[in-house]
C-alpha cells in the first residue's frame, strides 16, 4: 500500500466538499500526456459514481484530448478550453469546485490559466510534480516521490471510499497513466507502492496487453517516418559529457505532418544508448520553444528545467520558453555543459 499516506483531516475535508458540490470541473495540463488523461477521466468517472444525478462532472484539456488517448472511457466529454471556449467559460462560471490533477500550478494549463486563477470556487490539487502552487489551491494531495497522477489517484480514492466507486471504467484510466508515466514500468518505478497499484487495477480485468497496445502500437505512416528522420538527420551525440540531442524546427514538423503529440517518447530514444545519461527535445512552436528532459543515474534534469522556467521529475522535466528555437538551443546548451563542444554525430553528417 502507499506508506506515506495522507492527511485524515484533508481527506475527510475533500469527500465533504464532493457531498456538498453539485458542478465540479476537473482540469489537466496544456498537451495532455497518458497519466493527465487517465487521471482527469479516472477521477471524473468515480465522481460520477459518488454524486450519480446530483452532480455535473465536466473534465476539461486545455487543447483537447491528444488522438492516441481518445479510446480511454469518458474521453468523448473532454472540453477543449481552446476549441470549446464558450462552453469552458461557462462550466467554469458555473462550477462549485475545480480539481486540478497532474500539474503544479495554473500555469500549466496554458491560455486557461488566467481564468482558472481567478475563479473563487473551491480549488482542489491532486499531482505529483514538485513545488506545487500552495497559494492558489485550498486542498493538495502532492508526492513527487510516487510514481504517476492515477497511482496518487487511486490511493485517494481507497483512503476515501475503500473500492466503493472503482470499476473497469475507472481502473483502465488509471491503468493508462500508470503505464505511460512509467515507459511501461521502466523508470520512475522504485517504490513498491506502484505495483501494488498496477496489481489492484489488473482485478478489474482491465487487459493490460490490450491497453499498452493502444496507447503505443498507433504510429501513422508520417509519424514512423518522422521517427526515422530524427534518428539520421538531427540527432547529436556528445559522448565526453553523456548526452544526446535533438532539435525539430517548424519546417521539420511540416514536412512530415507532425505535432507535439506525435513527439510523444521521443525524447527517450536518447537514453536508449548505453552510454547517455541525460537526452533533451526542443521542438519550435509558434513564438515559443518546448523542452523535453530525460535522465538516467544521478541526474536531476528536473533542476534544468527549472531554470529554463519549467520543471518535472528528477527523471523527466520539461519547459515551455518564450524565445526562438536558437536562443533556446543556447540556453540548453550551456545547461547541459555542451555550448562550442563538436558532437561526435550531426545528423546524416557522421
Known sequence: MYTKGFDIQDVAKFRQWIAETRNVLLVSHMNADGDACGSLLGMTLMLDCAKGDKGLMTPVLPNGCPKNFTWLPGADRIVSGEKDRALWQERLKEADMIICLDL????????????????????????????????????????????????????????????????????TCLYAGLNTDTGGFAFSCEQPSCFEAAAKL????????????????????????????????????YPSQHVAIMVFSLD??????????????????????????????????????????????????????????????????????????????????QLLGIKNVEPLIIGAER
Not at 482491465?206 to 498507433?218: C, L, M, Q
Not at 514536412?255 to 530514444?269: A, S, T
Open 104 to 171: 503544479n500550478a495554473a500555469s500549466r494549463t496554458d491560455m486557461l490559466a488566467e481564468e482558472l486563477s481567478q475563479a473563487r470556487c473551491r480549488k482542489v490539487l491532486i499531482d505529483h510534480h514538485h513545488s506545487p502552487d500552495k497559494e492558489h489551491f485550498d486542498l493538495i494531495f502532492s508526492d513527487y516521490a510516487i510514481s504517476s497522477t492515477c497511482e496518487l489517484v487511486l490511493w485517494l480514492s481507497y483512503a476515501m471510499w475503500d473500492e466503493r466507486f472503482m470499476n473497469r471504467d475507472v481502473a
Open 202 to 237: 489488473v482485478k478489474f480485468d482491465i487487459h493490460p496487453a490490450e491497453i499498452h497496445n493502444k496507447i503505443v502500437n498507433t504510429f501513422s505512416v508520417n509519424r514512423m517516418q518522422f521517427y526515422g528522420f530524427a534518428l539520421n538527420e538531427r540527432l547529436k551525440i
Open 252 to 333: 521539420d514538423q511540416r514536412r512530415f505532418g507532425v505535432g507535439g503529440e506525435d513527439m510523444e517518447g521521443l525524447v527517450n530514444y536518447t537514453l536508449m544508448m548505453k552510454e547517455m545519461e541525460v537526452g533533451a527535445l526542443l521542438r519550435e512552436e509558434s513564438g515559443r520553444t518546448k523542452v523535453s528532459l530525460r535522465a538516467k543515474y544521478d541526474v536531476d534534469v528536473n533542476m534544468i528545467a527549472r531554470q529554463l522556467g519549467g520543471g518535472g521529475h528528477t527523471k523527466a522535466a520539461g519547459a515551455t520558453c518564450i524565445m526562438p528555437l536558437d536562443k533556446t538551443l543556447d540556453a540548453v546548451e
